[in-house]
C-alpha cells in the first residue's frame, strides 16, 4: 500500500544535540512538508519542498534544516539552536494536481 | 498572511446528536478548504473538502459548508458516534499548496 512514513514515533533528544526525524513517501508525490504541532495550536510550516533538491523555509524554519536529495525522502534535522524542540512532528506530501496532504502519523520528540 | 480561527476547542455532545465546527479565514484568495480528523498519537486524516466554487458538500453522516462572503466555513457531523471522537483541524489553502490551519477541536461523543 502506498503511504508515508516516520520514523521514530518517539525520539528523545538530550540538550545540545542534533536529531534528525525521517520522513518517507511511496505516493510519487512531488512536494513534502514538515509541520510541527504544540498543543492547543495548530499545525504551523516548518519548511516545504516542491521539487528534489528545492526547499523553501516555512513560518518557523529556525533551529530546523532539511534536505531533499530524493523524491521520496525529506528528512528534518532538529539542531541545537532550536530552544523549544519538544513538540509532536507530521510530515506529509502532496501531488500536482491534487490539493489535499497526506499526513504522515508523527514522530514525538521530547527533550531529556 | 492568511489567519485560520476555529471554535470551540472543546466539544461534547451525547451520541446521536449533530456536531458542529466553525472556521473563519482573512485572506479573500484562500480556495480550497479541507477537514483533517486526528485520532490520538496518529496524524491527521482528510475526511471531507470543499472549493470555493461549491456552498456546500455532504459525505453520509459529514457536510461541510461554505460561506464566501463572510469568509467562514464549518463541519456538521450529524448522529454522531463514539469513533467520531477525535480532534478535527479545519485549513485553508492560498498560494501554491501551502495551508494555514486551525488551532483544532476536541470532539467528545458520550455513549
Known amino acids: 500500500d502506498g503511504g508515508i512514513t516516520q520514523s521514530p514515533k518517539y525520539l528523545f533528544r538530550k540538550e545540545g544535540q542534533n536529531v534528525t526525524l525521517s520522513c518517507e513517501q511511496n505516493?510519487?508525490?512531488?512536494?513534502m512538508y514538515w509541520y510541527r504541532q504544540d498543543p492547543g495550536q495548530g499545525l504551523r510550516l516548518i519548511y516545504y519542498?516542491?521539487?528534489?533538491?528545492?526547499?523553501q523555509k516555512g513560518d518557523i524554519a529556525e533551529g530546523y534544516s532539511v534536505s531533499r536529495e530524493k523524491k521520496e525522502s525529506f528528512p528534518l534535522t532538529v539542531t541545537s539552536a532550536q530552544k523549544n524542540p519538544t513538540a509532536f512532528y507530521l510530515c506529509?506530501?502532496?501531488?500536482?494536481?491534487?490539493?489535499?496532504?497526506?499526513f504522515g502519523s508523527g514522530t514525538r520528540l521530547t527533550v531529556v | 498572511g492568511e489567519n485560520v480561527e476555529q471554535h470551540p476547542s472543546t466539544l461534547s455532545v451525547q451520541e446521536g446528536d449533530s456536531a458542529v465546527i466553525k472556521c473563519t479565514y482573512s485572506?479573500?484568495?484562500?480556495?480550497?478548504f479541507p477537514w483533517y480528523k486526528q485520532e490520538l498519537g496518529k496524524g491527521p486524516q482528510l475526511i471531507i473538502d470543499?472549493?470555493?466554487?461549491?456552498g456546500e458538500k455532504k459525505d453520509q453522516r459529514i457536510a461541510v459548508t461554505l460561506n464566501k462572503t463572510a469568509k467562514h466555513f464549518s463541519l456538521h457531523i450529524t448522529e454522531t458516534q463514539p469513533e467520531d471522537s477525535a480532534v478535527y483541524f479545519c485549513?485553508?489553502?492560498?498560494?501554491?499548496?501551502?495551508?494555514?490551519f486551525g488551532t483544532g477541536t476536541s470532539l467528545t461523543v458520550i455513549p
Open positions: 506529509a506530501s502532496s501531488s500536482t494536481g491534487y490539493w489535499g496532504y497526506t
Open positions: 505516493l510519487n508525490h512531488d512536494a
Open positions: 519542498s516542491q521539487i528534489v533538491n528545492d526547499f
Open positions: 485572506d479573500s484568495a484562500s480556495n480550497y
Open positions: 470543499i472549493r470555493s466554487n461549491v
Open positions: 485549513a485553508a489553502r492560498i498560494t501554491g499548496n501551502q495551508f494555514y
